[in-house]
């Protein structure tokens, strides 16, 4: 019971916008507020399992990353990488803040295009961009794309030097660097050491350059040619928690950045990445993390280019006239949604072994069964408030027929009974935008609020019948 209580008292003061009440009080639908919204109205109104986001936490948290990177930067921008959260909803009410997005396909491009975002606020990053997609952006006007391979950095410099004339705005071009360096995180979030795949190393880069130049007759034909190539990008994983390793990778993006002078180019802009983790007891309630994330940036790029003046003279010696932008996604959205499932049915195998049966399945919310992540959950609506003394470490799993389907591995909650309602938290980032069909479900239901107000409904159907 005492950490029954614990949880939640931590759960209150971590997540403004989620009101749980005591657990005397979570009956009939009215111990669990979204935004001031109950639960009885969300589960009136959609099919469970059920996402349920409130728009006004995604505001806040893009509200802070811009009031930080003000602070140190002139020009600034952030790009809502949309892998994390796709929701037609959510970029629409991004895209009001003022901020640009982060794609990486084609699809993201045409569903942020069609969310209102301007062509100039997009910046298409990707591993292994198609040339019929990275021409459609172009030819789009899109602002931003990162390289990542330089046989595409090629292609991309002579497409835009055959075709500047007919084009309405060249986009800025950015190396992503790998860096190689190792962070801390889930092998499958790590993107930015020698046995990842992505980015261009520092000195393929600097063979590529001083090969490529013998192809042109002057000095002038290879700047101009060369010249849409205005930035470094690295983002060196998803998830991160800790920040030793950030001092190595400016240091990386420094010495690219001066070698990049030397060879008369002008690197004007700073594409930090994303990559910002969200603890198990959700986004700190003051955006501390993200101001603290900024701060080191700007400390270690204010610190570290003091052996470089060539860049401090145009950089600036605070780099204050830098462009510098952030890509995140998980930072912004994970805080912001719960995932609601309802209790089936419950086993108990033996004394050890208690199976908690949801309607909610690994193909609705992902992340556990795909890197063993652990969210947060609670009981918000009980059936009857007895026994609740009684708690089991509940392995929590859906109808999938999959061993490997579960929500949950172990949550110590009291004694289950069917058509309670669970929650789970910190389900806004790679959760829904990871769903799909699997042994033809249907996808789980979204509920938007903002302003205290249900504003947009989906109750997805069945897939259709092929
Ligand atoms: C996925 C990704 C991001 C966003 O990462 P988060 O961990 O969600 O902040 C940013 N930039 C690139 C290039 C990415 O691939």
């Keep these: 019971m005492s950490l029954l209580l614990i949880q939640i008292e931590k759960g209150k003061k971590m997540r403004p916008f989620f009101n749980l009440k005591a657990v005397s009080e979570r009956t009939l639908g009215h111990g669990f507020f979204i935004d001031s919204v109950p639960l009885s109205h969300i589960l009136d109104l959609s099919t469970s399992p059920v996402y349920v986001t409130s728009l006004n936490a995604i505001a806040e948290r893009i ?16 790009f809502y990488a949309m892998k994390a959260n796709y929701a037609e909803t959510i970029l629409q009410h991004i895209k009001e803040t003022g901020a640009g997005v982060d794609i990486v396909s084609i699809g993201e491009w045409r569903a942020a295009r069609h969310a209102g975002f301007s062509p100039q606020k997009i910046c298409f990053a990707g ?31 002579n497409y835009l030097s055959t075709h500047k004339l007919k084009l309405s705005s060249l986009p800025i071009l950015s190396l992503r660097l790998n860096p190689c360096v190792e962070v801390k995180t889930h092998p499958h979030l790590k993107t930015g050491a020698l046995d990842s795949k992505f980015g261009i190393l520092f000195e393929h880069f600097v063979n590529w350059i001083n ?24 983002h060196v994983g998803s998830q991160l928690m800790e920040n030793k390793i950030f001092s190595l990778v400016i240091d990386k993006v420094l010495e690219c950045a001066h070698f990049m002078f030397e060879k ?12 910002l983790g969200v603890p198990y007891e959700g986004v700190d309630p003051n955006g501390d993390d993200i101001k603290k994330h900024i701060e080191l940036f700007s400390t270690i790029l204010v610190n570290n280019i003091k052996k470089y003046e060539a860049l401090q003279d145009k ?72 026994k609740l003394e009684t708690q089991f470490h509940w392995k929590i799993v859906g109808p999938v027929c999959e061993s490997g389907d579960f929500l949950s591995s172990d949550a110590l909650l009291p004694n289950l009974k069917k058509n309670d ?15 799909n069909n699997y042994n033809l479900r249907k996808l789980p239901s979204e509920i938007f609020i903002k302003d205290g107000r249900i504003i947009k409904i989906i109750n997805n159907e069945l897939p259709p019948i092929q």
Excluded at 137 to 150: D, M, Q, S
Aim: with cysteine; proline share 3%; aromatic share 12%.
């Design 315 to 386: 950089w600036g010696k605070k780099c204050e006239n830098l462009n510098v932008s952030f890509e995140p996604g998980r930072s912004v959205v994970a805080s912001s949604t719960v995932f609601i499932t309802k209790v089936l049915y419950t086993k108990h195998n033996s004394a050890e072994h208690h199976f908690c049966y949801v309607d909610g399945a690994m193909n609705d919310f992902p992340r556990p069964s795909l890197y063993n992540a652990q969210h947060q959950c609670e009981v918000i609506n009980f059936q009857e408030i007895e």
């Design 211 to 234: 090969i490529i130049q013998q192809d042109f007759s002057t000095q002038q034909d290879f700047a101009n040619w060369l010249s849409p190539l205005k930035g470094i990008h690295v």
């Design 63 to 78: 509200s802070i990353y811009k009031k930080s990177l003000e602070n140190y930067f002139i020009n600034h921008s952030i």
């Design 127 to 157: 591993v292994g961009k198609k040339e019929v997609e990275w021409i459609e952006a172009i030819e789009g006007g899109i602002g931003f794309i990162n390289v990542e391979h330089l046989s595409e950095l090629q292609d991309i410099l």
């Design 421 to 435: 309602v669970i929650a789970f938290f910190e389900a806004g980032a790679y959760c829904r935008s990871m769903a």
């Design 264 to 275: 008369n180019m002008l690197p004007m802009h700073l594409d930090l990445g994303g990559g």
